[in-house]
T-cell receptor, first 110, second 116 residues
Framework: TQLLEQSPQFLSIQEGENLTVYCNSS?????LQWYRQEPGEGPVLLVT?????EVKKLKRLTFQFGDARKDSSLHITAAQPGDTGLYLC??????????FGTGTRLTIIP | DTAVSQTPKYLVTQMGNDKSIKCEQN?????MYWYKQDSKKFLKIMFS???????INETVPNRFSPKSPDKAHLNLHINSLELGDSAVYFC???????????????FGSGTRLTVV
């Protein structure tokens, strides 16, 4: 069992649609980060959320940290082909190392 | 360009060989990491160095040995390569251990290791 489970594992939608991906755990995190990874590249940090209930927006991407700091969601509005990639959440337990989630592979069809 | 750069990008080698992957960051960061990404894209930490000192050493076969000659470099040497070592290896860095928790990591573009 992985510490951070992401769902769905795969998601393929049409350009222009909205989507939400989830990152869930039974543990409480000090902070949670979201990364996007494109083929042949390393993950790139999108956002860090620290406070329970926190919402951050990055253009068409909205990130939310759960009130209990055990889960997070990423919502994309009007998805574009450039949003295609592997989305990874990563959490910090206490002052421990960063632990990555299982990933969501997103494909946006033009 | 400021970045985390790792070489080589691709490495194909036979079982039993010894190989090294090099990593350099010019971001002025204090902490560097090695991660392994398996075929299911799961990223697992292997090692972390802070100012040339080892601070994380996960359950990794001791055929894997990191070396940090200075805080800008963290190399990974692998002895007696096995088929199961085939994966993508990522180097990453962060300002320091504490600030990584809020400001995240900067990753290199990975080294795809294939053992045949």
């Amino acid at each position: 069992t992985q510490l951070l489970e992401q769902s769905p594992q795969f998601l393929s939608i049409q350009e222009g649609e909205n989507l939400t991906v989830y990152c869930n755990s039974s543990s409480v995190f000090s902070s949670l980060q979201w990364y996007r990874q494109e083929p042949g590249e390393g993950p790139v940090l999108l956002v860090t959320v620290v406070t329970g209930g926190e919402v951050k927006k990055l253009k068409r991407l909205t990130f939310q940290f759960g009130d209990a700091r055990k889960d997070s969601s990423l919502h994309i509005t009007a998805a574009q082909p450039g949003d295609t990639g592997l989305y990874l959440c990563a959490g910090v337990l206490g002052n421990e190392k960063l632990t990555f989630g299982t990933g969501t592979r997103l494909t946006i069809i033009p | 360009d400021t970045a985390v750069s790792q070489t080589p990008k691709y490495l194909v080698t036979q079982m039993g060989n010894d190989k090294s992957i090099k990593c350099e960051q010019n971001l002025g960061h204090d902490t560097m990491y090695w991660y392994k990404q398996d075929s299911k894209k799961f990223l697992k930490i292997m090692f972390s160095y802070n100012n040339k000192e080892l601070i994380i050493n996960e359950t990794v076969p001791n055929r894997f040995s990191p070396k940090s000659p200075d805080k800008a470099h963290l190399n990974l040497h692998i002895n007696s390569l096995e088929l199961g070592d085939s994966a993508v290896y990522f180097c990453a860095s962060s300002q320091d251990w504490d600030r990584a928790l809020n400001y995240g990591y900067t990753f290199g573009s990975g080294t795809r290791l294939t053992v045949v």
